[in-house]
């Protein structure tokens, strides 16, 4: 635009922009202005300060008294959920109201579903001694262990209203066993390859039937929240998608309606049932579930914070930064343990607390040693235990611990978690202290004599040990790029320096993302690694038993779990393994199946190694504001498969008014 | 069209159009002493480039970076792995003088903080470790700068290495990459400019418009892609070439555009038309007449595009996706001190960025003495 | 002129083909697919059976079990309906993600642009006019710093010290408060508070750079004859740098306005990432981690279009004002 410099225009436009620069100049530097007053959120607390009286949230008893909503009695169950509050930081019973500011790494929200997407069946306890009862109030087994019979609480509702019935296990069994859908019966069911057969007597029960005892079935009811997820369908709802009951005529429209993560029209048993979705999952926002069936110790209906809104951000940079800067209420989570400092010194200022739970781990990570090893020599190394003993010996765990974990870990062999409820005993925890320090020393010399005594006595040139074939021992060590986990590229590195001054060659292997675990439950591996964290080894059994094709056993986890199609049948200490493993799913007193468990622990500390420690026991992070009350002053946040924090119903956490009364938003 | 004698042409510091002198030949054709008081093309423009302060500094910045990048072993006190448990997030020590003692440093004494769990280091006077010079180790390796004691200039990272090595042995990587980088484009550039603005007609075509693609590309993104598929199970040196190839590619085409401008403006000159015609073959006309007239002009556009190739590979490394460890480069330095906890705890980590600035400024200095030097226009 | 527009038109087509092409081909060059990615997450998550379930059943609902050439064809072929696929990890239609996101790109480009020919410019002049004096002398050594400066290394150091220092948590484009609430005036002004550091960020090349520039323009025309006139006329000092030398210096920066499209889209790319902007960048870097092949490509397609677009834009003003071009 060169127009002249003397036509009044021209002079107009310069003017006009000189100025709309000033301004949007002087706009900018003001800083934080105030913000506008009334938020949804003060219109939503200013109602409910009033006192423990009230048996629901204001919000709701508008409605009920506009006629929207059935009254309170009509939309609990006859024998509601009582929330447990036996846990250090379990304050009171709180007011209803306010909304919950937190954010989610993936789209699909899983972080959140271990928070509050947890409505099954049966529940794990928060303090993980064993189960208790969920949306079903009891359930039995039938003498042989053959049957189990399971009783609902009558009353339920979904969130729309609609009665929560047997109906709806019956409708998900009757999808597993629909080829067109991608539902299979799950792994839990089949005994020798036999999947159960599900009755409905009545609104209320469930029968389920195996072709052998199968104890553990209450187990894996309650474990995750993946396997409540699937069998907590509203077929009320989904009937309309069903093929045979509508004029679609395949699985896929159904499929997509049938994320509960995703479709804010689905029904759910959700504390909080989702409202906006914004494309993408980059704005998530979920409010109270007028039906929900869990109430406080004074009868009073859960949850008591009336929304949620979580935020994707994938950058940890910014997740940090929003923590300091104090917008996020309470945070399971998503925060490292590199920037623990930084969150305590921002204490003061972002006005929160930062916990320290537990993650139990029993190591950061593992080192796996691949039993079936694709290369015949290093098999037949692998499976020489002086081999493994040599190996662990030239891991240097102190300074894995100091390097990649600052040294706030411990350095140990790999164990699951030493609260896990098989050790609950003296005895239990004797037996693993006995694990932690087996094969758990750093002596160079030592694993260069074990070596020795092997045969591998040849060195070429450069002093690598020659194999009995002749070529050099060589060890390709799978490991993630430092971008995808610098803690574990670190490790990698140290404990490739000691294996070279035993002889070895270590070729360092970083494959991208997906292929690193592809190559590991492929069995493409000889050393890899993996976090490993378990609390109950019955329904997750892989660290010990190989019973899937992962970890360090996924030739003969593969044999296992196809029935003995495919992979490779196991032998010799892994045999010994699964036959313990299948005695355990045939036992029916918990006190023989906890022995079975340390029967194969002492496996693991006379034959194995079969994987290598680190550094273990690393704090998890829980991030809580003030003013955000009942979150637990300590917990064990690690493995899924327990489903922490939903254990400790965080529909009781609640935001107090006075404090937040300076919040904004 | 517009492009190739774009805008930059018309500014004053550009490049010159035309490298002839009023005969019309290409200046380096005139072969001459400084008895007959004739200077050369080439001895005008050493001439004109001494005169140019910022340029010889420049010039000397540089050509000390690359000693120093080339003598790693030497200068750097440390190996650039070298891993120290004890010392990890050292604050930059200093030296001390003393006549009793003479150069020395002190030891570090650290103490856990109970309520942050950080290591807290302070000197500890009692602890005195002098600093020897030309220092031989065991390994025969010979040290510029050597101490028993942690003697940690700028600072350690979170492994305890040594930062100062670590950006001496980052030079490496990262001042090279821009000369391979560069050069590989230089030589792919030049020749296709060329053949692009000799033979003209459909192969010039086809050039041009594969050029026009390439350049349509945003870069980052392009370099990102191709960063991304470098397989991850290549050493380090063979990313490292990777890289290279990888920035190279991206930025021949401008290169290739000047190059084809000039060649294009020289063809319809007199003195190749006489080559020609006297029966020179396409070779010949192209390596004894053509290029030599390019040489000047190349080189100050190699000159300023090393910057460019230097920033190239830390950004990529930034992202991740360039030099991956245990290599280390000035990226990968910049990219480990990305982190909210690292910029206010430990901010010394973000020191590399210094040598980037100063060697890309240096190139850019250079590069714009270069271009003055050569330009005719100047008095 | 019309020809001229017309011809350069013609010419950009085949262009953005070929690019696209390309853009698939190099995005799909990482082995393995979008699947095995997420696998290997679900896993991490999960860590059983379940992942493998779902694994199965997305192969096949996104086609990644067909060849390269069909998946290309269908997608281009929807492309130029208007329908870019879907991404596989926010499992939604390509999109619905990013509208949003490249207004917000150009947002930021232009805005960074406009600062820099605000600041640069009068700089430039002051520079030129206080020639070898001390300021200039600074202003010069300013200027080559500012083009030697990563920008994206300032990046996360801004907006950690404007947290640290002044208390402002100016991450992403919005606050809390404003993301995801209607437009309003007060969201108008809260986002133009969050763009300070982008587009400073961004700028700082480019203003170091264009200063020069404008610097030696400048000093170019002021030697030159009718310049002299002008003084000799008796006109201010000012008038005659302003009215006469400054408009005739000013020509070649309209002309590198074009060319200043791809290193801005390019740098706030990489800003963006860095300050995990709502922009283009983060999400082109995580679908080409992903292998997101049809949120990836068309990512890159739109870029490319872009500066296809912006490159035309700047000739079609060039020719207009230099006639010599059109005819070539």
Known sequence: MISRPNHPTHKLAVTISLFSMLALVWWGCSGQQSTPAIPSDTQLRSSTSAGLEAKEASMLTQKVADGELPPLEERLPENPLVAKTDYDGYEKPGSYGGQWHRFHDHPELGTWKMTAGYAPLIRWRFDCTGLEPGTAEAWEFSQDGAALTIHLRKGIRWSDGHPFTSASFAFYYDLCLDDRHSYSPPVWCLVDGKPMTVETPDEYTIVMKFSGPNWLVPLWLATGFWHSEKYNIPQHYMVQFHPDHSAYNNFSEFEKKNKNHVNIERPTLWPWKLVKYEKGGFQVELERNPYYYVVDELGRQLPYIDRIKSRLVPDPQVRVLKILAGEIDCQFRGMQLQDFALYKKGEQRGNYTVREWESTAGAQPAILLNWTDPDPVLRQLMRQQKFRQALALGVDREKCNEIAWRGLLQPQAATVSQEGWHFADQAGQELFEEWKKADADFDISRGNQLLDELGLTQRNKRGIRLREDGQPLQIVMDMPSSNLNRQENDIGLIIADGWREMGLEVILNTPPGAELSLRRNLGKFTVSMHGEAEMDLFTYPDWVFPTLAKYWHPRVGKWYETGGEEGEPPTGPLKELLDLYDAIKKEKDLQKRHQYVRDAVQIHIDQGPFHLGTAARSPSLVMVKKGFHNVPDNGILGPWAIVTPATSYPEQYFISDVDRSSEVK | MSNSSGPLARTRSSDPDNNTDNTGLPFDSVVESDELGYLSYRQLIWKRLRKNQMGITAAIILLISYMIALGANFFAPYHYNQIQMRYRHVPPQKFRFSLRHGLHVYGLKSVRTPETRELVFTPDEIKIFPVRFLYRDNQNGLHLLSSDGPMFLLGTDRMGRDLLSRIIYGARVSMTVGLAGVFISLIFGSILGTISGYFGGWTDTLIQRAIEILLAFPSIPLWMALGAALPAEWSSVAIYFGITVILALVSWGGLARQVRGKVMAYRELDFVKAAEAAGASHWHVITRHLMPGSYSHIIVIATLAIPGMILGETALSFLGLGIRPPMTSWGVLLEEAQRVTVLLHYPWLILPAIPVLVVVMSFNFLGDALRDATDPYAD | ?328
């Open chain 3, 1 to 328: 002129m019309t020809t001229y527009i017309i011809h350069r038109i013609l010419m950009a087509i085949p262009t953005l083909i070929a690019i696209s092409i390309v853009s698939f081909i190099i995005i799909q060059l990482p082995k393995g697919d979008y699947l095995d990615r997420r696998i290997q997450e679900l896993e991490e998550q999960y860590g059983d059976s379940s992942s493998m379930e779902m694994a199965a059943e997305l192969r096949q609902r996104y086609g990644l079990d067909k060849s390269m050439p069909q998946r290309y064809l269908s997608w281009i072929t929807g492309f130029v309906q208007g329908n870019f696929g879907d991404s596989f990890r926010y499992e939604v239609e390509v999109n619905q993600l990013i509208w949003d996101r490249i207004g917000f790109t150009l947002l930021i480009s232009i805005g960074s642009l406009f600062f820099t020919y605000i600041i640069a410019v009068p700089v430039g002049i002051y520079s030129a006019t206080h020639q070898y004096k001390f300021s200039d002398n600074l202003l010069t050594l300013l200027s080559f710093v500012g083009m030697s400066i990563p920008a994206f290394l300032l990046a996360l150091t801004l907006m950690v010290f404007a947290f640290e220092l002044f208390g402002l948590p100016l991450f992403g484009l919005f606050s809390s408060y404003y993301e995801g609430a209607p437009w309003t005036v007060g969201k108008l002004g809260d986002l133009i508070q969050h763009l300070w550091i982008p587009v400073i960020v961004l700028g700082l090349n480019g203003t170091a750079g264009l200063m020069r520039i404008m610097r030696g323009n400048l000093l170019d025309v002021l030697g030159q004859p009718f310049i002299q006139t002008a003084r000799a006329k008796g006109l201010k000092e000012w008038v005659v740098v302003v009215k006469h030398a400054v408009r005739l210096a000013i020509n070649p920066l309209v002309s590198i306005l074009g060319m200043s499209l791809p290193t801005i889209l390019s740098g706030a790319a990489i800003v963006s990432i860095v300050l995990g902007l709502p922009t283009v960048g983060p999400l082109l870097l995580r679908s080409l981690l992903d292998e997101d092949i049809y949120l990836a490509g068309t990512l890159i397609m739109l870029l490319s279009s872009l500066l296809v677009i912006g490159n035309l834009l700047s000739d079609i003003a060039l020719a207009w004002v230099d006639p010599r071009i059109r005819y070539e």
